[in-house]
């Protein structure tokens, strides 16, 4: 099992570029989440989805979109980058409600120039 | 609005010592508080309590809930360097659609040899 499989690693964009972070897992589980680590942050939600087809706002959304058309996949989409999105992303999987199985990716570190 | 907050946000301790993070929470429709370790990269789960006064301990690490007072605390003893880490709270928020963690800032804690 690879658990939860984020690329890239690392990017540099330019603002006003857009991208995608793509976020894998293969464990089944029903609930993805993205969150945002800024330098002496904890994490905020962005988006998360508990099922394909269903997506939901989390403390900080905008400038972000996200889908989930199948159970593994949960692609963050950034529009038009600006520097207040130079952060590490890190995606999670869990089961339900049950956050002591949750699993992190190692993150993307997005800068913003 | 949900509010997490960790004290202090950074402590610096000689091997050996003792130390003590503080984890305070104001939300609504609290399930449980989590507590994760994360050294560099993706955090990695430490405790889950939902229940006031249960203690939870893993070798050296410890922690408690105090569910009237709103607040949960981490004890580590005997620390050693290899506890140089961020220690981030967060609070299971119970949704209609399922459940999502908010996040404290996390304390930094360096233990030197």
């Known amino acids: ?113 | 609005e949900d509010k997490v907050v960790q004290s202090p946000l950074s402590l610096v301790v000689h091997e050996g010592d003792t130390v003590t993070l503080n984890c305070s929470y104001e939300v609504t429709n609290f399930r449980s508080l989590l507590w994760y370790k994360q050294e560099k990269k993706a955090p990695t789960f430490l405790f889950m309590l939902t229940s006031s006064g249960i203690e939870k301990k893993s070798g050296r690490l410890s922690s408690i809930l105090d569910k009237k007072e709103l607040f949960s605390i981490l004890n580590i003893t005997a620390t050693q360097t290899g506890d140089s880490a961020v220690y981030l709270c967060a609070v299971e928020l119970g949704e209609t659609s399922g459940s999502r963690l908010t996040f404290g800032e996390g304390t930094q804690l360096t233990v030197n040899p």
């Not at chain 1, 990017?11 to 857009?18: D, N, V, W, Y």
């Not at chain 1, 963050?76 to 956050?99: D, G, H, I, K, N």
Request: charged fraction near 15%.
């Open chain 1, 1 to 113: 099992n690879a658990g939860v499989t984020q690329t890239p690693k690392f990017r540099i964009l330019k603002i006003g570029q857009s991208m995608t972070l793509q976020c894998a897992q293969d464990m089944n589980h029903n609930y993805m989440y993205w969150y945002r680590q800024d330098p002496g942050m904890g994490l905020k939600l962005i988006y998360y989805s508990v099922g394909a087809g269903i997506t939901d706002k989390g403390e900080v959304p905008n400038g972000y979109n996200v889908s989930r058309s199948t159970t593994e996949d949960f692609p963050l989409r950034l529009e038009l980058a600006a520097p207040s999105q130079t952060s590490v992303y890190f995606c999670a999987s869990s089961y339900p409600s049950l956050w002591t199985e949750a699993f992190f990716g190692q993150g993307t570190r997005l800068t913003v120039v």
